[in-house]
């Protein structure tokens, strides 16, 4: 586990630029925000999330996150399609608030290409540095 000041990144876990995580299950791809995403936010009230069978490319956008405070997409960190989606997140947005990592997950991808689009995503280390950088510029 990577801390910066009180976020938590775990360093078993990928990650792109915009704040969400990618744990790779064998050929599939487990998606959600991340600790950093999910404190800017604050209150989460309103998960989008596509239905399964959905195919995505790698960096497109696929749902969004609504809080109090703002709305954001979220974006695939891989191509591929969407086999899982977390339902319970349409009942309980507040899961990625309390569990971003766990429960809070979004959707799982079974990847098309990951081994080209794994050398893309960022590790704990390097996504530690981008989140040092926001909470300096105040975010």
């Known amino acids: 586990m990577v801390k910066v000041q009180d976020i938590n990144i775990p360093d078993d876990l990928l990650y792109i ?3 969400q995580w990618a744990k790779i299950e064998g050929t599939n791809v487990r998606v959600g925000i991340t600790d950093y995403a999910q404190k800017a936010l604050r209150d989460i009230v309103y998960v989008e999330l596509p239905e399964k069978g959905t195919e ?3 960096m497109s956008e696929f749902g969004s996150i609504e809080s ?10 891989v191509s591929g399609e969407i086999i899982d989606v977390n339902g319970e997140l349409e009942d309980a947005p507040e899961l990625v ?24 995503l960022l590790t704990a280390e390097q996504y530690a540095e981008i ?9």
């Not at 608030?97 to 893309?120: F, R, S």
């Not at 989140?131 to 975010?139: P, S």
């Open 17 to 19: 630029e915009e704040h």
């Open 56 to 58: 995505v490319e790698s």
């Open 68 to 77: 109090v405070k703002a709305v954001s997409e979220l974006y695939a960190p």
């Open 97 to 120: 608030n309390e569990d971003p990592y766990k429960k809070g997950w979004m959707v799982v991808i079974k990847a098309t290409n990951l081994e080209k689009e794994k050398e893309k």
């Open 131 to 139: 989140v040092e950088e926001a909470l300096k510029e105040g975010g």
